[in-house]
């Protein structure tokens, strides 16, 4: 198993910037891919952003290209997700996810990020 424990999730005004984490332990060998994940309210789970354990194919939303950064740390087992120039319309709960072959095959418990106009 793998535990995703995220955290950085905030109240913020439209225009400004917020970071998350989403730190990895357990079987994490078993994983090659990490991502976000949001669900705003009354809305389905939407993908955000993945990349790579080597970090060299980071995939994006278009609704959040150049404007979110994913990066990570593979020797602190962490992902992160560098959110610039917020919307109200990004407000969700954030979920960190882990998985192999583009398989998601964990989750975090989500972080509250809301964006206020």
């Known amino acids: 198993q793998v535990q995703l424990v995220e955290s950085g999730g905030g109240l913020v005004q439209a225009g400004d910037s917020l970071s998350l984490s989403c730190g990895a332990s357990g079987r994490t060998f078993s994983t090659d891919v990490m991502g976000w994940f949001r669900q705003a309210p009354g809305k389905e789970r939407e993908f955000v952003a993945a990349i790579s354990l080597s970090g060299s194919t980071p995939n994006y939303a278009d609704s959040v290209k150049g404007r979110f950064t994913i990066s990570r740390d593979n020797a602190k087992k962490t992902v992160f997700l560098q959110m610039n120039s917020l919307k109200p319309e990004d407000t969700a709960v954030y979920y960190c996810?882990?998985?192999?072959?583009?398989?998601?095959?964990?989750w975090g418990q989500g972080t509250q990020v809301t964006v206020s106009s």
């Open positions: 996810a882990a998985g192999s072959k583009w398989n998601w095959d964990y």
